[in-house]
Every structure is written in structure tokens, then in C-alpha cells.
């Protein structure tokens, strides 16, 4: 019961990134956020090449964009069932369709050098799909400004 309830707690919270308005659009805020990772804030991050940082624009889409100043400081947030939907999509669905296509070529075959090619082309398919329903897909996953 308890395990329930962190569970459920932690679905609920949210994914947030400070940013910096760097443009707006009727309907649009272009935001500038800077990803880290999770070692970036060490002592020693500038010595090491596990640190790392890179700055994503995110576009939010809200019908108040006017009440946004390019250079103001905001804050973006979504939800963690959003990311999981997004991890999904991007690493976990292909990962079960070039496992399924892998074992199906090696049993009808039995080349292992084919099933491996075989499962590494399935993923040209996926994702040009996904590329193709990017904007069907992309409004399902929306952020919002806090």
C-alpha cells in the first residue's frame, strides 16, 4: 500500500528547467534552457568528461504569449508521465521491434548476420514513422510556463 502511494506521488510531480524567453511567436514562446547532467554541478566537472551541458530550445505553446518579455526568466515544466510516454517512444517500442525482428529472422534463417542486420534496419521504419507523425506526436507531449 505504501509502495502505491510513492508511486502515485511521484507520477504527479513535474519535470521543471528554468529558462530564458529567447523569442515569442503569436501562440509561442520560444524558451532557452541549459541540460545538464547529472554530475555537471561537481567541484571537478571542468576536469571531466562525463560532465556535460547543452542548451535546448523548447517551444511552448499558450494562447498568453504578449505576457512574455524576450530575456525574462521563467520556468518550463511537464509532467514525468509525459517523459515516460516519450521514453517509450523513443527507447523502449524500438528496442521490442528490433528484439522481435532479430529473433524472427535468426529462427526462419538462422544467420545470426542477417538477424542482426534485419533488427538493426527495423529501426529505419520506426523512426521515419516517427519522424512522419512528429507533429501528431508533439502535440500529445506539451509544456507549459509556471
Known amino acids: 500500500m505504501q509502495c502505491k502511494l510513492v508511486i502515485a506521488k511521484l507520477m504527479s510531480t513535474k519535470i521543471s528547467h528554468s529558462g530564458v524567453v529567447e523569442s515569442i511567436e503569436q501562440g509561442c514562446v520560444h524558451v532557452r534552457i541549459v541540460q545538464?547532467?547529472?554530475?555537471?554541478?561537481?567541484?571537478?566537472?571542468?576536469?571531466?568528461?562525463?560532465?556535460e551541458s547543452k542548451e535546448k530550445i523548447i517551444d511552448v505553446y499558450?494562447?498568453?504569449?504578449?505576457?512574455?518579455?524576450?530575456?525574462?526568466?521563467?520556468?518550463?515544466?511537464?509532467?514525468?508521465?509525459?517523459?515516460?510516454?516519450?521514453?517509450?517512444l523513443a527507447f523502449g517500442l524500438p528496442f521490442v521491434v528490433m528484439v522481435a525482428v532479430l529473433v524472427t529472422?535468426?529462427?526462419i534463417t538462422g544467420d545470426e548476420?542477417?538477424?542482426a542486420l534485419g533488427g538493426l534496419l527495423s529501426l529505419l521504419p520506426y523512426y521515419g514513422l516517427l519522424w512522419l507523425f512528429r507533429n501528431q506526436i508533439g502535440s500529445r507531449f506539451a509544456f507549459a510556463i509556471e
Open 113 to 115: 548476420g542477417k538477424a
Open 62 to 88: 499558450c494562447n498568453d504569449s504578449a505576457s512574455y518579455a524576450v530575456g525574462q526568466a521563467v520556468t518550463v515544466s511537464a509532467s514525468h508521465q509525459m517523459a515516460g510516454h516519450a521514453l517509450l
Open 105 to 107: 529472422v535468426l529462427l
Open 36 to 51: 545538464t547532467s547529472a554530475c555537471a554541478a561537481c567541484k571537478v566537472a571542468g576536469y571531466c568528461n562525463a560532465a
